[in-house]
Structures are given as structure tokens and as C-alpha cells.
């Protein structure tokens, strides 16, 4: 599980790389689970969350940019 404030230390670009990461590992998770062949179920949970603390610090920067 990703720290805010690690995160908070990453550049844009080093944030957007994370979010592709962290999407593509979703989609494998899914995938697995669909299959059965899911070994740590409470991964998923953490992707999903770490994805939308990426997406909220995004929206973040986004908005204090544009002030």
C-alpha cells in the first residue's frame, strides 16, 4: 500500500507511470479472479484504493494549477 506523502513526493509524470502501473495491474487481478486462480483477494482492495489516491492527488495539483 502506497503512503499520500510518498506520493505526495512524486512528480507528475512519475505519478501518471503509477496510475498506468496500478491499472494494469487491476485488470490483472480481475482477471484472475474471474479465472479462480486469485492467491490474495485483499490486493484487489488495496490497487483500488491506491489508484483513486493517485487520481485525487492528480485532481489536486490539477486544481491548484489552474488558480
Known amino acids: 500500500m502506497t ?3 510518498d506520493l505526495r513526493a512524486k512528480t507528475d509524470d512519475q505519478l501518471s507511470e503509477e496510475l ?3 491499472k494494469r495491474e487491476a485488470f490483472n487481478l480481475r482477471f484472475q ?3 479462480s486462480q ?3 483477494p485483499s490486493r484487489v482492495r488495496e490497487v483500488r484504493r491506491d489508484i483513486a489516491r493517485i487520481k485525487t492527488l492528480q485532481t489536486e495539483r490539477n486544481r491548484s494549477d489552474a488558480k
Open 3 to 5: 503512503k499520500a506523502t
Open 20 to 22: 498506468g502501473n496500478l
Open 33 to 35: 479472479a474471474a479465472t
Open 38 to 40: 486469485l492467491e490474495k
